[in-house]
């Protein structure tokens, strides 16, 4: 079974501008969470989606959006981007929400 | 303000020496608790969990364990592997048991293993 598929894997890109990262989950899998790690810093909680509703928000402005379409494959997008945002971003996803999450190798984006 | 938190950055033992990993928790609503290893340029991988009804939960080489009047919990490797070298996070969750809707993220550990 393939694992969490993340694309693309490395992005930079520049201060105000907009980016999309893509999440494929492990097939059967209906819940997908999204996580920032930063250096020296741990996994910090995004949001989460399950059958293409938003369930759970993290503390983070609303740059940051998301949205899952039907075959549970996810994107992220974060608007007008910041040096703070540089960031390794996760994905991760889980049958349906409880237990283990199954992360993928993540998106590491650099903002100049 | 941390609800959970890994004091030590880093550590280091012997090969075939008991590692010990720790984590501490400040909300009393966490029910669930994790332990994930992360490699270089890799997603974090899954290593063992336990539910706040278990003071203790074994798998291989690995042990968790649950004091809830200490928030306290921590990770034994024995032995201990250089393929155990890896960053090692712990991570929280509320709400119905085994929830993982939203997962609580520790800084993380570095283990380092000597050969």
């Known amino acids: 079974k393939a694992g969490v598929t993340q694309t693309p894997r490395y992005l930079i890109k520049t201060r105000g501008q907009q980016v999309t990262l893509s999440c494929s989950p492990i097939?059967?899998?209906?819940?997908v969470s999204w996580y920032q790690q930063t250096p020296g810093q741990g996994l910090q909680f995004l949001f989460e989606?399950?059958?293409?509703?938003?369930?759970n928000k993290g503390n983070f402005p609303g740059r940051f959006s998301g949205r899952q379409f039907s075959n549970s494959r996810s994107e992220m997008n974060v608007s007008t981007l910041e040096l703070g945002d540089s960031a390794l971003y996760l994905c991760?996803?889980?049958?349906?929400?409880?237990?283990?999450?199954?992360f993928g190798s993540g998106t590491q984006l650099s903002v100049l | 303000d941390q609800q959970v938190k890994q004091n030590s950055p880093s550590l280091s033992v012997q090969e075939g020496r008991i590692s010990i990993l720790n984590c501490d928790y400040t909300?009393?609503?966490?029910?669930?608790f994790l332990w994930y290893k992360k490699y270089p340029a890799e997603g974090p991988t899954f290593l063992i969990s336990i539910s706040s009804i278990k003071d203790k939960n074994e798998d291989g080489r690995f042990t968790v364990f649950l004091n809830k009047s200490a928030k306290h919990l921590s990770l034994h490797i024995v032995p201990s592997q250089p393929g155990d070298s890896a960053v090692y996070f712990c991570?929280?969750?509320?709400?119905?048991?085994?929830?993982?809707?939203?997962?609580?993220f520790g800084s993380g550990t570095q283990l380092t293993v000597l050969p």
């Open positions: 989606y399950f059958s293409e509703t938003q369930r």
């Open positions: 991760a996803s889980s049958l349906d929400g409880t237990g283990r999450l199954f």
């Open positions: 991570a929280a969750s509320a709400g119905s048991s085994g929830s993982a809707r939203q997962l609580t």
């Open positions: 097939s059967g899998h209906r819940s």
């Open positions: 909300n009393s609503m966490f029910d669930y």
